[in-house]
């Protein structure tokens, strides 16, 4: 009892607080562990732990080994032959939650050797069981007693001393867990399920996990890292991945990290995936599965792996589910992605068929990659393909053309020129695909090569004027044209241009595009979408949109047109052309576009037919 000095108050009490045990495991099992399954790593983290103690205390050699033996769905016995415990260590560390042996009993650190730290994980085994029994024997002295502790969800625990002659007495160091299935856990105690779970948390475990049902046992562990210290080969690494992750690999590579002490195997899918994707990885902390989140540690842009990675020095979150932001996760990060660059990089030179298939696959990603990161687009840029004028070309064709880069912004644009560009094996590249605008603008940067978009002097460079005496021919013709044209927003040139089978070139304003998309909408559109077409509309040059309609010279009809006179003759031939520019350039034809076509060509008929009749 405390007082509360001398000002003659009542006396104040101190209480100690209670924990309602059943509470803390229904936080735990459901906001802390993702499902029940976690209950077989604490067990095995607990024996990893409880070993590496017994080959510090014992400081002589001795084979750690865990086993797993089963009942079907009744029970199992977890067993390990590490440290054990003494009476007064069972009242401490097992009977106070979040007590735990492995931190430094001066400041309470971390242990670094040691994957336990917060002194509850034993309790996750109330999700699949109403009691833990646990019996124990410590290495610390010879005649240490094997105890019992039985501990139950309502909090309460009890501990019996066995004598050495009792059935379940320990004959050596160690502790042995025996857990009944609770009332609907059946399925957590069945050979398959434990199989695949001890498997897939305890894989890299340094001493061997064995199960054991029936009097038969069997080994699930290599008790080595297969990628570290022996020369394992990598046909065998690529075995060894495609037992883990059930899938067959393009290719692997391992990696290290010295900072955090860290390697792996980054494994290559076999197939295309999204960029978004997020790949499950294998990574395990002190040999212990951890997470197959790769957040933080490896880089976001390696969806196109799936890794397998063991880590000693990395700090987990409570969770045990991913790893703290810190400096050395950072750097760790840093390691893992300069090899990963370092080897598309490799690849690119020395297995040339491998990459080509890599390549296919996951370009996509490799676009993404490569703009983010200098070096890889330097290594990249060669091998990413562009649709142009003078068919599919690499980045390494187009840096070695030695031309100004033109490329066309929309894919109207590139349809409407490309037949241009390609009659006169000019350069036009189109970039509507994903990123190939930022790649092709990359390459000019990193290349000192023009790249701009295809401007109408460009355009203009590609058809030739008329000698000045074929320009007086025309030009009465030519105003006629425009007259015709007048209500289309349309003026009329003549140009000499290849292909000469092309009577007409029809270029559009950007914006006059849009004007005439707007127009077509607007009759399809009801009244409040109409209302907004109008205010789009009525803020583009409307007027001053003009379309240029290049006549060719070159070609027969139109050099015949130039000699017809009757204007209503050459109305219907004008428009013809025009109505055919306009589809062959593939902009949206108006309602009244198709109606004047057809009408023309019923009149040429006519008029063919007339003839004939004289
Ligand atoms: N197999 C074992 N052998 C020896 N001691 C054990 C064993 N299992 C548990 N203990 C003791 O019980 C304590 C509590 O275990 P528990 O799993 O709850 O927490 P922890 O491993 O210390 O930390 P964490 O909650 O991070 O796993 C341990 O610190 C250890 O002293």
């Keep these: 009892m405390r007082y509360s000095g001398n000002r003659g108050l009542s006396a104040m009490e101190d209480y100690r607080f209670k924990v309602n045990l059943g509470g803390m495991i229904e936080i735990l099992s459901e906001h802390l562990y993702s499902s029940p399954d976690v209950f ?48 007064e260590e069972i009242h401490r560390f097992l009977a106070i939650i979040g007590e735990s042996s492995k931190r430094e009993l001066t400041d309470r650190s971390v242990r670094r050797d040691y994957i336990g730290q917060f002194g509850i994980g034993l309790l996750s085994c109330f999700m699949v069981t109403d009691e833990i029994c646990l019996i124990t024997k410590s290495c610390q002295s010879k005649d240490a007693p094997s105890l019992v502790w039985r501990g139950r969800p309502d909090g309460t625990y009890t501990i019996e001393t066995l004598q050495q002659q009792d059935k379940e007495a320990l004959p050596s160091p160690g502790t042995k867990i025996i857990l009944a299935a609770k009332e609907g856990m059946e399925e957590y105690f069945t050979r398959e399920i434990l199989e695949n779970l001890i498997t897939y948390y305890g894989l890299l475990l340094p001493f061997p996990v064995i199960i054991r049902q029936n009097g038969k046992e069997k080994q699930i562990n290599p008790v080595y890292l297969p990628w570290e210290g022996r020369n394992t080969n990598k046909q065998e690494l690529l075995l060894f991945g495609q037992m883990l992750f059930g899938e067959l690999f393009l290719d692997c590579l391992t990696f290290r990290s010295e900072e955090g002490n860290v390697s792996g195997v980054a494994y290559i899918l076999n197939y295309t995936v999204l960029p978004s994707a997020k790949p499950a990885h294998r990574i395990y902390l002190k040999h212990m599965m951890l997470t197959e989140k790769g957040d933080g540690l490896l880089p976001d842009w390696a969806v196109f792996t799936k890794c397998i990675v063991h880590a000693t020095d990395l700090k987990p979150t409570a969770s045990r589910e991913g790893f703290y932001e810190d400096e050395t996760l950072d750097a760790v990060r840093e390691t893992i992605e300069n090899r990963l660059i370092a080897y598309i990089d490799t690849m690119a030179d020395d297995q040339p068929e491998l990459f080509g298939k890599f390549f296919r696959v996951h370009q996509l990603t490799l676009m993404e990659l490569a703009l983010a990161n200098p070096k890889l687009f330097r290594t990249l840029i060669d091998y990413f393909e562009f649709e142009t004028t003078r068919g599919t070309l690499t980045g390494y064709d187009l840096r070695m053309c030695g031309e100004d880069l033109l490329y066309a912004p ?205």
């Design 410 to 614: 929309t894919r109207e644009k590139y349809k409407q020129l490309s037949q241009l560009f390609f009659a006169q094996d000019q350069l036009l590249i189109n970039v509507t695909y994903v990123h190939a605008l930022e790649l092709l603008e990359g390459l000019g940067y990193m290349f000192g090569i023009s790249v701009s978009e295809v401007e109408e002097e460009e355009i203009e460079d590609l058809m030739e004027e008329l000698a000045a005496e074929e320009q007086e021919k025309g030009l009465e013709f030519l105003n006629k044209a425009n007259k015709i044209l007048k209500d289309r927003d349309c003026r009329a040139e003549l140009k000499c241009f290849q292909p000469a089978n092309q009577p007409a070139f029809f270029l559009m304003d950007e914006e006059a595009v849009l004007n005439r998309q707007i127009a077509i909408s607007k009759n399809k559109a009801n009244s409040i979408f109409r209302e907004m077409l109008n205010m789009i509309s009525s803020e583009l040059k409307g007027e001053d949109a003009v379309s240029m309609l290049y006549l060719n010279y070159n070609n027969p009809i139109v050099k015949n047109l130039i000699r017809i006179t009757e204007e209503d003759v050459l109305k219907i031939f004008v428009e013809i052309i025009y109505i055919q520019a306009l589809q062959i350039g593939g902009f949206p034809l108006r309602k009244n576009d198709m109606a004047t076509l057809n009408q023309n060509i019923l009149l040429l008929m006519e008029r063919d037919l007339a003839d004939k009749e004289e």
């Design 40 to 87: 077989i790593r604490e067990l095995l983290q607990n024996a990893a732990d409880a070993i590496t103690r017994r080959k510090e205390i014992q400081k002589k050699e001795f084979e750690g080994s865990i086993t797993l033996e089963i009942e079907e769905k009744e029970k199992l016995i977890f067993a390990d032959n590490g440290q054990g415990l003494m009476e």
